[in-house]
């Protein structure tokens, strides 16, 4: 299993940001895919998240209005549409993969808790600048 995390990159307060989270190794609709994101000093912390077969999305508070989640199962890659940037947004964002078929009744308390998935991808860098 693999995960590709890219698209980040520096951007000014109030722009945009595309990332996208491409997959391999599994059966892409069996899974549900979580993005986090660490800053410097701090925990990881679940951002938003989806399920491949049924397209059910979270997202934290903070995030909510300002990022989107979507899926391209057809290319087995995942986006995070950011909008609205703020410099607390700042972060190294991580793509990661549970698979689903039994877990699913844990993806609504789990879905943003890091020991809930199983595999990771390497990070990409946002830094959004005031």
């Known amino acids: 299993v693999q995960l590709q995390a890219s698209g980040g990159g520096l951007v000014q307060s109030g722009g945009s940001l595309r990332l996208s989270c491409t997959a391999s190794?599994?059966?892409?609709?069996?899974?549900?895919i979580g993005w986090f994101r660490q800053a410097p000093g701090k925990e990881r912390e679940g951002v938003s998240s989806?399920?491949?077969?049924?397209?059910?999305?979270y997202y934290a508070d903070s995030v909510k209005g300002r990022f989107t989640i979507s899926s391209d199962n057809a290319k087995n890659t995942v986006y995070l549409q950011m909008n609205s940037l703020k410099p607390e947004d700042t972060a190294v964002y991580y793509c990661a993969a549970k698979e689903m078929v039994v877990a699913r009744i844990w993806f609504f308390s789990s879905n943003g808790v890091p020991q809930f998935y199983d595999y990771w991808g390497q990070g990409t860098l946002v830094t959004v600048s005031s």
């Open positions: 190794g599994f059966t892409f609709d069996d899974y549900a």
């Open positions: 989806i399920s491949l077969s049924d397209g059910t999305t």
